[in-house]
């Protein structure tokens, strides 16, 4: 029998050492993969991070096909994870990390179970231009579904911009990464699943199947608009959300980013 604490336990220590290890050679299913990266988060709640939301993962129909599932992953976020808007990441705290522009959620009310987009819409305080930074602590960045699953789903930190009413209409916004003045990444928030509120919908429901329901106050990451970029030491990265403002962040020069 695979032992799935000792899995938990290694990841863990890969993320907080920023640390590479090999892939998972344990023959392990989705619902197992989930179980670690519940486990490798108790670790992490324990040193006295809290859980303040949740990540979606896999977003687009085209990943969903490249690779071979019909439903979206997700992953925990926590007060640690967050990165003041305009402020520094270290590049020392990760393995090789990419940004990718997204929109973040902010809850009202609890959101739970199977839910209509109205509902969903009903239980929002505000909307904001985001971007995360995820950061799989396997080598080379290549995982199996399982293997990222259990990594937390690549969840590493997340930055948000200035939060506006969701009144606006956020099913279509253009969308601009930009990494020290140029643009990178252009697209718009329908290639979130077509609209974004399906992103969190699907949240209210993975994460009430959990055992974990999302709560006022929990953010919630809607997923990838674009592609992931690479990061370097020095950047200045930057989202331009239509209708909604920017956020931005610094990635800070160390030692481990030259050696």
Do not use: C
């Amino acid at each position: 029998m695979t032992d799935l604490a000792k899995l938990a336990t290694r990841l863990d220590e890969a993320q907080r050492t920023a640390t590479a290890t090999p892939q998972l050679a344990e023959p392990i299913g989705l619902v197992e993969a989930y179980e670690v990266q519940k486990a490798s988060m108790a670790r992490r709640y324990a040193r006295g991070e809290r859980r303040i939301g949740i990540k979606m993962g896999f977003t687009s129909r085209a990943k969903m096909t490249q690779m071979g599932i019909d439903e979206m992953i997700w992953g925990r976020l926590t007060d640690a994870m967050l990165v003041e808007d305009g402020g520094a990441i270290d590049f020392a705290g990760f393995v090789h990390p990419r940004v990718e522009p997204e929109l973040a959620f902010l809850l009202k009310a609890p959101l739970a179970g199977k839910v209509t987009p109205m509902a969903a819409l009903a239980a929002l305080a505000g909307i904001a231009p985001a971007l995360e930074i995820i950061d799989s602590r396997y080598e080379n960045f290549k995982f199996s579904l399982t293997d990222v699953v259990a990594d937390n789903s690549s969840s590493s930190a997340f930055v948000v911009g200035p939060w506006s009413s969701p009144a606006i209409d956020f099913s279509n916004l253009g969308m601009i990464l930009e990494i020290d003045g140029a643009a990178r990444q252009i697209g718009s928030s329908a290639a979130i699943l077509g609209h974004p509120i399906r992103s969190l919908v699907a949240a209210a429901r993975l994460a009430g199947a959990a055992g974990e329901p999302l709560q006022a106050g929990d953010v919630v990451m809607a997923g990838g608009a674009t592609a992931a970029e690479a990061l370097a030491p020095g950047q200045h990265v930057r989202v331009s959300v239509q209708s909604l403002g920017s956020a931005e962040f610094r990635v800070g020069r160390s030692l481990h980013a030259a050696a």
